[in-house]
Nanobody, 120 residues
Framework: EAQLVESGGGLVQAGGSLRLSCTGS????????IGWFRQAPGKEREGISC????????LYTASMKGRFTISGDNALNTVYLQINSLKPEDTAIYYC?????????????WGQGTQVTVSS
């Protein structure tokens, strides 16, 4: 069974950093693109970035450029999301999901997500 599991979230103070991990199993990881999304309380889910594991190319939502960095390690079947200079408005559940590589549109295989809470 194909599965993605997010980890690395937690409670951090504003200005801090976190690195989220997304580890896949049950499918050929390096043949897929993986995207990171987040959903804050009372808000719609929004895309952050995606990486095509086959060729290493990345895409970012315009508003997410700068503080968010996506990277991958196919040997570990893991994609990372580095978040720097965290702000309270970054508080959300962060999800990874397989996506279409050309436009980061997600397929419908959402995991449980990992909670990020940023205190002011």
């Amino acid at each position: 069974e194909a599965q993605l599991v997010e980890s690395g979230g937690g409670l951090v103070q504003a200005g801090g950093s976190l690195r989220l991990s997304c580890t896949g199993s049950g499918f050929t990881f390096d043949e897929f693109a993986i995207g990171w999304f987040r959903q804050a309380p009372g808000k719609e889910r929004e895309g952050i970035s995606c990486i095509d594991n086959a060729i290493g190319t990345t895409l970012y939502t315009a508003s997410m450029k700068g503080r968010f960095t996506i990277s991958g390690d196919n040997a570990l079947n893991t994609v990372y999301l580095q978040i720097n200079s965290l702000k309270p408005e970054d508080t959300a559940i962060y999800y990874c999901v397989t996506v279409h590589p050309s436009d980061c549109k997600p397929y419908d295989n959402w995991g449980q997500g990992t909670q990020v809470t940023v205190s002011s």
